[in-house]
T-cell receptor, first 113, second 115 residues
Framework: GESVGLHLPTLSVQEGDNSIINCAYS??????FIWYKQESGKGPQFIID?????DKRQGQRVTVLLNKTVKHLSLQIAATQPGDSAVYFC????????????FGTGTRLKVLA | DADVTQTPRNRITKTGKRIMLECSQT?????MYWYRQDPGLGLQLIYY???????NKGEISDGYSVSRQAQAKFSLSLESAIPNQTALYFC??????????????FGPGTRLTVL
């Protein structure tokens, strides 16, 4: 699972390597997913989204993979940079209303120089 | 983040005090939200508003109230603050997406401590 705050799961990655952050979502009816990046002292920042009719979507240095069979979402960051250090969490739109989200608690990514 | 601003950024108050947190947006979005973030938990929805005349309770509205003064402004009040309301508070906005899921954009947050 994921957690924001004092007891976050932490992923440590060497600068230049690829990072993979995982999220298990809860609702099989969820039809839209977002990955957010939250830097210390800042609000969550939208990174990339994916709808349930897709299994992969690519952005700039980031890729999101969706596996609906096992209700799993992952965020891949290519060539990880120091500026990528942050907490990353996923959000699932449960489909019962366009505003309602379940937010994961987050994984802390540490980039080692 | 500059499109969604929150004031104050930090606040320390005492039990029983009334506190107002303010949110303004220049994104032109019709929908606004207030969330709180606690260690070990995902963001929890306090209140949301789909337009100036539409206010709705979220998952954890007890002890909170809101006011949508204009399309661009949405304030959150703690009527009588208590220590377990110590948390990070985030305002978010979104554009109604014609029946599809909308993307929410967050402000920088307010760190509230209730002593």
């Amino acid at each position: 699972g994921e957690s924001v705050g004092l007891h976050l799961p932490t992923l440590s990655v060497q600068e230049g390597d690829n990072s993979i952050i995982n999220c298990a979502y809860s609702n099989s009816a969820s039809d839209y997913f977002i990955w957010y990046k939250q830097e210390s002292g800042k609000g969550p920042q939208f990174i990339i989204d994916i709808r349930s009719n897709m299994d992969k979507r690519q952005g700039q240095r980031v890729t999101v993979l969706l596996n609906k069979t096992v209700k799993h979402l992952s965020l891949q960051i290519a060539a990880t940079q120091p500026g990528d250090s942050a907490v990353y969490f996923c959000a699932e739109n449960v489909g019962s209303g366009t505003y309602k989200y379940i937010f994961g608690t987050g994984t802390r990514l540490k980039v080692l120089a | 983040d500059a499109d969604v601003t929150q004031t104050p950024r930090n606040r320390i108050t005492k039990t029983g005090k009334r506190i107002m947190l303010e949110c303004s947006q220049t994104k032109g979005h019709d929908r606004m939200y207030w969330y709180r973030q606690d260690p070990g938990l995902g963001l929890q929805l306090i209140y949301y508003s789909f337009d100036v005349k539409d206010i709705n309770k979220g998952e954890i509205s007890d002890g909170y109230s809101v006011s949508r003064q204009a399309q661009a402004k949405f304030s959150l009040s703690l009527e009588s603050a208590i220590p377990n309301q110590t948390a990070l508070y985030f305002c978010a906005t979104s554009d109604s997406a014609g029946g599809r899921a909308d993307t929410q954009y967050f402000g920088p947050g307010t760190r509230l401590t209730v002593l």
